[in-house]
């Protein structure tokens, strides 16, 4: 019967735990502010408006959460841009670019 326990113990710590509301709050400051920092490094006349999408669980197929993507609004130069920043979660690193509309 001891035996049930330490299965059940094993079994918890090997499932996926969900992410609380606090991380997600600080996962998307971390990434905003990395985020709207490349953005004006690139183009020195933007201005970083509203998030307007969000996309989470990119990654490759041994690690499909590794990066958290951005979609902002803003003004370069006085004109409406939008900008796609894609953050890396474990080294911190981030790399926009500004979304051409043809």
Do not use: H
């Not at 933007?46 to 979609?71: E, M, Q």
């Amino acid at each position: 019967m001891r035996l049930i326990p330490a299965i059940l113990l094993v079994l918890g710590f090997s499932t996926a735990q969900a992410a609380t509301p606090a991380a997600w709050k600080a996962l998307d400051a971390a990434a905003r502010t990395a985020c709207g920092r490349e953005i004006v490094r690139l183009a020195s006349k933007a201005k970083v408006g509203d998030v307007t999408g969000k996309v989470s669980g990119i990654g490759a197929a041994n690690d499909r959460d590794r990066y958290y993507a951005l979609i902002l609004d803003g003004r370069t130069a006085g004109f409406k841009s939008q900008w796609l920043c894609l953050y890396d979660k474990r080294s911190k690193q981030v790399t926009a670019r500004e979304i051409e509309t043809r």
